[in-house]
């Protein structure tokens, strides 16, 4: 069993929870301008770290409401809990963050720059 503790109603079992995939994954804006293989790698390519990962999860059962969590995939061990829109703060979620490979990827930089369009 796995406890996770949601921001706004405290700890509880994770059946209460689910599991929305990799954390700050921006959707590009421009998706027309994306090549296949640029949209392929936005859709199916997934980091698969071992240690810690920035993940979104959800409290189905309880709020509804998402949010972020650092969570050691190797372990289980939760390691932060932030809510959507921030950043990790503890230095093991500092290095999930700026290690995940989607920095650089084509479809994160057609987010930014939609973005910057706005």
């Known amino acids: 069993m ?3 503790t949601c921001p706004w109603c405290g700890p509880r079992d994770d059946n209460e929870f689910h599991y ?3 954390a700050h994954i921006a959707r590009p804006l421009k998706a027309s301008e994306l ?3 640029e949209w392929a790698e936005y ?3 997934k980091q698969n770290a071992k240690g810690p990962f920035t993940e ?3 409290h189905s059962a309880g709020c509804r409401r998402w949010f972020n969590v650092v969570r050691n995939t190797a372990t289980d061990e939760i390691i932060e809990v932030y ?3 921030e950043l990790p ?3 093991e979620g500092i290095k999930a ?10 479809a994160q930089k057609n987010a930014k720059a939609g973005a910057s369009d706005k």
């Open 2 to 4: 796995l406890l996770i």
């Open 20 to 22: 929305g995939g990799e």
């Open 35 to 37: 090549s296949d293989a």
């Open 43 to 45: 859709l199916f390519l």
């Open 56 to 58: 979104r999860w959800s």
């Open 83 to 85: 809510p959507m829109g």
């Open 89 to 91: 703060k503890s230095a």
């Open 97 to 106: 963050y700026e290690t995940n490979w989607r920095r650089e990827s084509a």
